[in-house]
């Protein structure tokens, strides 16, 4: 008896070792996103690389999409696919909706909207994930849009005043109301981007028609020095 219960003592840690592991690692890897943003320091004036930038995005999430259909028909196991939450081994996978999210922002939306929706996923995602676990509710929504808001608001600081502000409470609000309103066959990692990219390129369209002034580029391209 004595026996037996130890063995379960020692699987729950273990189970629970494995569940913190995962943890961690879906953190990290929400933040590896922002490397995604190199993709606008690459220059514009070479051909090869021009097709390269214009090809290797959708070709990495086709590959994706790919793996996960054939993960999700069973003839790849989910064992392979380290850090999946239950709900998603008979669902999409987070971290596709994740890649899709930053390809439509990345060859569809300015930069100036991309990149800010891309920090929330990359850093207000999992910061607002530490709070939930943490803190009581109404403290994910004040500080996951405080939070959310920042990063509008440093991608916008070149523009008017009141457009940046403006631009930082819409975008807040979008993000926080994209990655807090859950749906079960549409992951968070896809909302909390496209949500606040949707709203924010309505304000760049209508911008110039009330003469306000948008910001520039927030990542310049490079230039080969040939």
């Not at 390809?103 to 995602?125: H, S, T």
Request: a positive charge.
């Amino acid at each position: 008896m004595i026996k037996v219960k130890k063995t379960l003592e020692d699987t729950k840690k273990l189970i629970n070792s494995i569940d913190f592991d995962a943890h961690w690692y879906r953190r990290v890897f929400h933040a590896f996103g922002a490397s995604f943003l190199f993709y606008y320091l690459l220059p514009n004036d070479v051909d090869w690389i021009v097709f390269l930038k214009n090809w290797v995005p959708p070709v990495l999430v086709i590959l994706a999409v790919t793996l996960e259909i054939l993960r999700l028909k069973g003839k790849i196991s989910s064992d392979h696919f380290f850090g999946l939450r239950m709900y998603e081994k008979n669902r999409v996978g987070s971290y596709v909706f994740f890649a899709i999210g930053v390809l439509v922002l990345i060859r569809f939306f300015p930069q100036q909207i991309a990149v800010p929706c891309i920090l929330c996923a990359c850093f207000g995602d999992p910061v607002i994930g530490e709070i939930r676990n943490h803190f009581d509710k109404k403290y994910v929504y004040v500080l996951g849009f405080l939070i959310c808001m920042f990063f509008f608001m440093i991608s916008w600081v070149k523009a008017d005043v009141w457009l940046m502000i403006i631009v930082s409470v819409i975008g807040g609000l979008g993000a926080i109301i994209g990655e807090t309103h859950k749906f079960w066959w549409l992951d968070d990692d896809f909302m909390i981007q496209i949500l606040p990219a949707v709203l924010l390129l309505l304000i760049w369209f209508s911008a110039s028609y009330f003469g306000l002034t948008l910001p520039g580029e927030i990542i310049v391209p490079s230039r080969m020095p040939w």
